[in-house]
Structures are given as C-alpha cells and as structure tokens.
C-alpha cells in the first residue's frame, strides 16, 4: 500500500502540525527533525513545534519542510483543505509567509466603503463607532482584508490621512465598529502576514465528506481506506493581538 500523504494545519492548541506516523521513514524523520516536529500529540497523531516558537518562525518551517519533502518524492496534504495537491499546499504556505498586498485590496476597500455608507444611514451608532465609519466611507481609511468569525467581522485597513495602519472589529449585531490595533505603515508588510495567519487561514477541521473525497482520490486502486485520525478540540476562531 502507498504512504499516505502527509497533512499539514495550524491550531492554536500545537500551532503548526503534521499528521505522521510515529515512526516515518528515514528521509522523512530527517526533514520534520531538521523543521522542529519534534513534539509528538496523541491521539491525534500528529508531530508540532511547541507553542513557545514565535508564530512566523512555525509557518516559515513549515514551509521549508514541505519544500523539501516535495523534493524528497513525498506527498503532503492541507489537513483543513484536504483537496490541495501537493503543489497547492507549498503555494499556499508561500502565501501565508507573504508581506505583500492583498491583489483584491481594491474591491475589498470599495465594498467596505458602500457598506459602511449603508450603516450611516440606517444604523444608530456610537461616536467613536460612526467616526472610524465615516472614515471608512470616505475613504480615508482603506479596509485592505476583511474576514467574519460569528457576530465578529476583523479587517486591517490603512489610513491615509495618517499614514497608520490599523486593525478593526466589527461586532454585528450592534454595529459597533472599534480599532484593535494601530501601528505605522512601515509595520504593513508584517501585519499583512499575521493576518494572513490568524485570521485567512483556514483553521477547521475538514468535514467528513470534504475528507473522504481526498482519501479515496489519493488511494491507490483496490485498496483499504484507513482510519480518519480524531480532530483535536475546536479552538475558538478569533484572533488576538500578541504585542
């Protein structure tokens, strides 16, 4: 039988984690030693960092890991995403690890901006709430990347008129609309990429069905389907600041 793929995620229990057996062949034990896998999680059955290892520092490993089993003739998965083929997975990391621009920057601050005009109009607001949407519907502050958990919308934006680049929560239900994080513009880049890795990432466990299909799709003809290993405990979906 072929060596199943191995399955790269993230969750905020093990951060960055692969799903390998316990004793990987040689070539393999060398590249998930060399990334830092070195923590063993049962019965999930999955190799991670520890959590002590800065964020950036994970998912650049991982990276590098996935680039050269790739290299090494060994398939690797998204464990969230199970359908990406090996390519789309080291694509993907290469995105996570990005500082740059979000390509649909400009439809997502056109959208924000119509949104926040239609809140203005209809929605009772606080004072500092309708500030911070005025500016979003003038235009003064350019939400780049936006992504809804629940009741809790997060986006990072730039404001123009004073060259910072700041992160929102908008919770809703209510309309409340707040700034949780502020930096200079010069931390944009390093902001683009933490977003991309708390909040764009997808981070859920795969459905069954979605699961399944990428088994039965990397089985070889005639052969067994092994046991989906347990998910871990959900991890609430909502990204904090860590300054």
Known sequence: MAPQPLRFGWNYDLGEFVLAPRYPRPAVTRV?????????SEPFGAWHMGTSLPMFDQSAAAQSAIGRLIAEGVEVRNWHEPQQSSTD????????????????AAETAHRARSEAATRLGRVRLSSDTRAVTEQIAEGEVEVEARRTFDDDEWMIAANRGTGRYLELRHHRPTGALSVTGDAPETFAGHLRREFRLLVLRETRPPTAARMRAARAASRPPGSRQAPVAPAPAPATAVPTRRR
């Open 32 to 40: 998930l030693a060399d990334a830092g896998f070195h923590l063993r």
């Open 89 to 104: 997975v080291l694509r993907h990391y290469g995105w996570l690890n990005s500082e740059a621009p979000f390509p649909d």
